[in-house]
């Protein structure tokens, strides 16, 4: 403990962050968006990305690696790193990658939300990060609390009970 009070950091679309101990991640209204949540435990680091695409090829603008699953997870293992982290530690949960829009979708095709799942997982099996739990999919959105010091992830849905990760 280094002594300085919990501060709590919201995460928008396109954004990350990396916290402390007495640090509480959150992240608000994922859709098809997908929020990738990265954990040391022994060093009580951890990082979350608001994940908005698969990949930079989908976007004219590909400067923000917060943006996209495959540039995001390599993000938050450096940032991670310069606190303490170390890659080899690191345990993830994913959280979102809804179909919002189901029934607007030609059948058979993959929704952004399943491809933005996808790309996660791919970035996390290529960085050596075990995905220890997920809720993802459906057709509702979800807000995440991560307390980075207890590794806590809480999932919150309108009409549905919360669920820890």
């Known amino acids: 403990m280094n002594g300085r009070a919990s501060a709590t950091t919201y995460v928008k679309v396109a954004q990350h962050a990396v916290g402390g101990p007495e640090d509480l ?3 608000l209204g994922l859709g098809s968006c997908v929020a ?3 954990h040391d435990p022994d060093a009580r680091v951890g990082g979350m990305a ?4 698969p990949e930079p090829a989908l976007s004219r603008d590909r400067s923000n690696e917060s943006k996209f699953a495959t540039t995001a997870v390599p993000l938050l293992v450096r940032e991670m790193a310069r606190r303490g982290a170390r890659p080899g ?3 993830a949960r994913l959280v979102g990658g809804a179909a919002m829009f189901q029934t607007l979708m030609v059948p058979g095709t993959l929704n952004m939300g399943e491809r933005n799942v996808r790309a996660a997982r791919e970035a996390l099996e290529r ?8 809720n993802v999919g459906g057709d509702y ?3 995440v609390r991560f307390a980075v010091g207890q590794g806590r992830t809480t999932v919150s849905s309108v009409g549905k009970p919360d669920v820890v990760l």
Request: no cysteine.
């Open 36 to 38: 990738i949540v990265l």
């Open 127 to 134: 960085a050596g990060i075990p995905v220890l739990s997920e």
């Open 89 to 91: 530690r690191l345990q």
């Open 141 to 143: 959105g979800r807000s």
């Open 50 to 53: 608001h994940v908005l695409l």
């Open 25 to 27: 991640l959150v992240t």
